[in-house]
Nanobody, 124 residues
Framework: QAQLVESVGGLVQAVGSLRLSCAASGRTVSSIAMGWFRQALVKEREFVAYITWISAYTDYADSVKCRFTISRDNIKNTMSLQMNSLKPEDTGVYYC?????????????????WGQGTQVTVST
């Protein structure tokens, strides 16, 4: 089992920045890939980014590439998402997720563990 706890999101103006973090605990932390997903109102949950735990390979959705940066700290068992140049369309509930195995995935259904979600609102 792995437990995931996200930091509190917030309200930020467009073109501003915000950093989310996710603390992971549990016996499987050392062999999991982790990712961020988000869900806006009346929309499906969508992939944002993932990072593998050992090689730190990263992948980003096209909509956030060059604006968001995912990173991890293997010592502290944390993952972060630095979000820059935020846009109103980035608004949504952001979820931290983890999946067993060393490879990441853009498919939300392939993730085994989820955080509670944190609201990010970008105003114009």
């Amino acid at each position: 089992q792995a437990q995931l706890v996200e930091s509190v999101g917030g309200l930020v103006q467009a073109v501003g920045s915000l950093r989310l973090s996710c603390a992971a605990s549990g016996r499987t932390v050392s062999s999991i890939a982790m990712g961020w997903f988000r869900q806006a109102l009346v929309k499906e949950r969508e992939f944002v980014a993932y990072i593998t735990w050992i090689s730190a390979y990263t992948d980003y959705a096209d909509s956030v590439k060059c604006r968001f940066t995912i990173s991890r700290d293997n010592i502290k068992n944390t993952m972060s998402l630095q979000m820059n140049s935020l846009k109103p369309e980035d608004t949504g509930v952001y979820y931290c997720a983890a999946r067993r195995g060393s490879s990441g995935s853009r498919n939300a259904k392939s993730y085994d563990y989820w955080g509670q979600g944190t609201q990010v609102t970008v105003s114009t």
